[in-house]
């Protein structure tokens, strides 16, 4: 299993959050505290460091934490993982969406117990479909991910399928996480409800 030694996690927070007003989702509350307060608990355990890939520079999210700045903006989550690959000295990273308050330990811990040195990525994979915005990429990624960006090819989880990848079925994670929360996002106004 890797150790925090071998691991960086990315917040990534670039998004323009078009359907909740702009509103800056990381510093959004939930349960009396912010997405990013929720998510750093549970994330500096398992990392050496944490960052957060934005938009711009001077986000104002944490002034403790290390910012990469996207380099194509406008091309969502893969351009926020395509900058915190080149900006890391550990061979992975634990990226994240920013929107996503239940964090859940265990699932993170599944993940990361399931990496390897023949994979480039490790993923869990619920539905049938991948979860690429809470996995672990490996730094040898970066290539391959930065050609599809390069391209205009954006969908993450499409990047994800091209490579070489340990997934984690939907019962492994069931078994931590039976809601599956941890890959809850907060898009809309009711979502903060729900």
């Known amino acids: 299993m890797l150790t925090p030694a071998e691991l960086t996690a990315c917040i990534l927070a670039g998004g323009r959050a078009r359907r909740m007003g702009g509103a800056v989702k990381p510093l959004l509350e939930v349960d009396g505290a912010t997405i990013l307060a929720r998510q750093r608990a549970v994330l500096a355990p398992r990392a050496r460091e944490i960052i957060l890939a934005v938009a711009a520079p001077g986000a104002g999210l944490a002034d403790d934490l290390r910012e990469v700045i996207d380099g194509a903006p406008a091309a969502g989550p893969l351009a926020g993982i395509v900058a915190a690959l080149a900006a890391i000295d550990t061979p992975w990273l634990l990226a994240v969406a920013g929107d996503m308050p239940h964090l859940a330990p265990a699932v993170l811990d599944l993940l990361i117990a399931h990496a390897r040195a023949d994979v480039d990525a490790v993923a869990a994979r619920v539905g049938g ?3 690429p915005l809470c996995a672990l990429w490996h730094r040898r990624a970066l290539p391959a991910l930065a050609a599809r960006l390069a391209a205009g090819d954006y969908k993450v989880a499409a990047a994800l399928t091209a490579l070489p990848v340990a997934w984690v079925d939907e019962a492994a994670v069931r ?6 929360a941890c890959f809850t996002n907060v898009n809309r106004a009711d979502d903060l409800r729900r």
């Open 129 to 131: 479909w991948p979860e």
């Open 175 to 180: 078994a931590v996480d039976p809601a599956l």
